[in-house]
């Protein structure tokens, strides 16, 4: 089973922080996760785990 982990900013980067508090780029950023998370299901084969 893959596993990852995803840092989409730092809140101790300024513009990073700012960033993060909009809904659009909190918005954005879960979409972008989501198709790559269902890309990654659709296209990897099964190896029965």
């Given at each position: 089973?893959?596993?990852?982990?995803?840092?989409?900013?730092?809140?101790?980067?300024?513009?990073?922080?700012?960033?993060?508090?909009?809904?659009?780029?909190?918005?954005?950023?879960?979409?972008?996760?989501?198709?790559?998370?269902k890309y990654y299901?659709e296209n990897t084969?099964d190896n029965g785990?």
């Open positions: 089973m893959a596993a990852v982990i995803v840092e989409v900013g730092f809140i101790s980067n300024p513009k990073e922080e700012k960033l993060l508090k909009t809904n659009k780029f909190r918005e954005n950023a879960a979409q972008a996760l989501f198709e790559a998370i299901i084969p785990v």
